[in-house]
């Protein structure tokens, strides 16, 4: 692979993560440049990971699994992961509302790397493409990553405006929009 079809590559494994990541600056209360880079890592991290596993799975199990057999499933998995976290963000946005409530300034690790690896099921299974293409995996896994904690910081710095204009409904607009990328990602592959 050419050094453009790469870039290219990790810049479109990073726009799922990238309208997840508006969605979760969206319901923060005011999140800093630091929040926004610690969730692009996290993202980063977890998109970068995903690939090298696909690209093992497809380099050593070549004669066992074949490639679509992860392809034929990764839209699922990564629908019922991001379905259910748009639903839990829908009814805690839908849920009457406490007044004494605390404002949410920060997300879990395990919800950000649980909705990262959501949204990085199609990076494993380019992975698993990736095998069978002379292609440097570290490199491409590296752009990937790169690219996706770029993408995701940026995403939580414009959810941050996002979140300024639409108020407390900002966790209904991110349920939705979780729900909304889980059901793409289903429908792009069936």
């Known amino acids: 692979m050419n050094p453009i079809a790469l870039l290219l ?40 990971i995903t690939p090298i596993i696909g690209w093992l799975i497809g380099h050593s199990a070549t004669s066992f699994i074949d490639a679509s057999f992860i392809e034929a499933w990764d839209h699922w998995v990564a629908f019922v992961i991001l379905f259910t976290l748009g639903l839990h963000m829908l009814y805690e946005g839908l849920k009457p509302s406490d007044e004494t409530a605390e404002v949410l300034s920060r997300h879990s690790v395990f919800k950000l790397a649980l909705t990262a690896f959501g949204t990085s099921i199609d990076a494993m299974a380019v992975g698993v493409s990736l095998a069978f293409v002379k292609v440097n995996i570290l490199l491409a896994a590296g752009l990937i990553g790169l690219a996706t904690t770029i993408m995701v910081t940026l995403g939580v710095m414009l959810g941050k405006v996002l979140g300024s204009i639409i108020g407390h409904r900002a966790e209904i607009f991110g349920g939705v929009m979780l729900i909304a990328i889980g059901t793409w990602i289903l429908f792009s592959h069936l």
Not at 12 to 27: H, L, N, Q, Y
Not at 35 to 46: L, P
């Open 9 to 48: 590559l990790a810049f479109s494994m990073s726009t799922d993560a990238f309208s997840v990541a508006i969605s979760k600056g969206a319901i923060l209360k005011n999140p800093r440049f630091t929040e926004a880079f610690r969730m692009g890592v996290i993202f980063g991290t977890i998109e970068a």
